[in-house]
């Protein structure tokens, strides 16, 4: 069946450091791609998205490019701010299906 | 243009209560699905409905139901309820019938805790 894997967290950083959050994914067919960020006690906010294979997200200094050789959709993000910390999502859904499956998430924390 | 709107926020019930969750999608968007956040099981879907009508469903069990209004509101109701259920649960709206493009856009959710 359609997963989404994401990288364990938290991840800890250093303002300026720089980010990736693993991600890869099993889907029958072609999925579209999405990253999703979740602050505390609120609900999800979508970050950016692809469509199809080699395809590049990006939005507000992050990026994530659709690999379809490596399944993998893994966000980046060059120089973190402490605004950045919060719960991180990958997700896909498939074509014909508004259902989206959902990674465990990824908890960021952000150091000044 | 206004966003998924959710209600209540919080909601605290006893066990074996029923309860319902409301939510009110972006003005034109037809499709509203539904999904549990826990600490445990992270986000799971429990079902989606487009012009009325039940399109998929997760797997939850039958206590767990739903319905969808002409003016595309959606309502979740929780039955005979259990210590598990505690969860945020999220309304997600979409514009698009099935499209490859589609997004889903969620609410702030409403924290159900059960005691």
């Known amino acids: 069946g359609d997963s989404v894997t994401q990288m364990e967290g938290p991840v800890t950083l250093s303002e300026e450091a720089f980010l990736t959050i693993n991600c890869t994914y099993t889907a029958t067919g072609y999925p579209s791609l999405f990253w999703y960020v979740q602050y505390p006690g609120e609900g999800l906010q979508l970050l950016l998205k692809a469509t199809k294979a080699d395809d590049k997200g990006s939005n507000k200094g992050f990026e994530a490019t659709y690999r379809k050789e490596t399944t993998s959709f893994h966000l980046e993000k060059g120089s973190v701010q402490v605004s950045d910390s919060a719960v991180y999502f990958c997700?896909?859904?498939?074509?014909?299906?508004?259902?989206?499956?959902f990674g465990s998430g990824t908890k960021l924390n952000v150091k000044p | 243009k206004a966003g998924v709107t959710q209600t209540p926020r919080y909601l605290i019930k006893t066990r074996g209560q029923q309860v319902t969750l409301s939510c009110s999608p972006i003005?034109?968007?037809?499709?509203v699905s539904w999904y549990q956040q826990t600490p445990g099981q992270g986000l799971q879907f429990l079902f989606e409905y487009f012009s009325e009508t039940q399109r998929n469903k997760g797997n939850f069990p039958g206590r767990f139901s739903g319905r969808q209004f002409s003016n595309s509101r959606s309502e979740m109701n929780v039955s005979t309820l259990e210590l598990g259920d505690s969860a945020l649960y999220l309304c997600?709206?979409?514009?698009?019938?099935?499209?490859?493009?589609?997004?889903?856009?969620f609410g702030q959710g409403t924290r159900l805790t059960v005691v």
């Open positions: 003005s034109g968007h037809r499709s």
């Open positions: 997700a896909l859904s498939t074509p014909h299906f508004n259902k989206f499956y």
């Open positions: 997600a709206s979409s514009s698009e019938n099935r499209g490859l493009n589609t997004e889903a856009f």
